[in-house]
């Protein structure tokens, strides 16, 4: 079975500062794909960054980049350059090749301070 | 309209009632989805449909029943429902597996559910 956790469940960062939100992830299979999103206050999942497990570099997406350590089954996503707009609920989430069921960690609410 | 869109965005029922939701994907897409997020609880997949057909039932209670009319529209049919069936619904669409590399899955804004 796949796992995903997120073991913040809540940061504080400053505006303008980096952050980095820890995910790992648990899976038998050797394909699979990863995925973050982000949840405003709003309810809506806005996809964010993804990264495949056979994918040789770390995917990057604007301020958004993957931390992804395949022998430690970590993918944690970093902002750099924080802004009071990133302040949201965010979700790593992984699929398996052949699946289409997204299975979610619990998230990490962020908090950009000014 | 662009992007997946529910309504209601807010719903209020009694134990007794029989309500629907409604989500529709302007994104052309042919496969949509069903999540219920609780609080304190990962989101959780409920039903999977590609062009139409059922391909998934995540062991979702029969009180919970799909419908998928077209690869448009997604609809969630509610009756005899629980207290704590109360969550956030959140209706997904994407490309059917193997069309893209990511099949990322592109979310409504959910619809609020409180039953009373």
């Known amino acids: 079975a796949q796992k995903i956790t997120q073991t913040q469940p809540g940061m504080f960062v400053q505006e303008k500062e980096a952050v980095t939100l820890d995910c790992t992830y648990d899976t038998s299979d050797p394909s699979y794909g990863l995925f973050w999103y982000k949840q405003p206050s709003s309810g809506e999942m806005i996809f964010l960054i993804y990264q495949g497990s056979y994918d040789q570099q770390n995917a990057t997406e604007g301020r958004y980049s993957l931390n992804f350590q395949k022998a430690r089954k970590s993918a944690n996503l970093v902002i750099s350059a924080s802004q009071l707009g990133d302040s949201a609920m965010y979700f790593c989430a992984m699929r398996t090749q052949g699946a289409q069921k997204l299975v979610f960690g619990q998230g990490t609410r962020l908090t950009i301070n000014p | 309209e662009t992007g997946v869109t529910q309504t209601p965005r807010h719903l209020v029922m009694g134990m007794t009632n029989k309500k629907s939701l409604k989500c529709e994907q302007h994104l052309g897409h042919n496969a949509m989805y069903w999540y219920k997020q609780s609080a304190k609880k990962p989101l959780e997949l409920m039903f999977v449909?590609?062009?139409?057909?059922?391909?998934e039932n995540n062991s979702v209670p029969s009180r919970f029943s799909p419908e998928c009319p077209n690869s448009s529209h997604l609809f969630l049919h509610l009756h005899t429902l629980q207290p704590e069936d109360s969550a956030l619904y959140l209706c997904?669409?994407?490309?059917?597996?193997?069309?893209?590399?990511?099949?990322?899955?592109?979310f409504g804004p959910g619809t609020r559910l409180t039953v009373l």
């Open positions: 449909y590609n062009f139409k057909e059922q391909t």
């Open positions: 997904a669409s994407s490309q059917p597996l193997g069309t893209s590399d990511y099949n990322e899955q592109f």
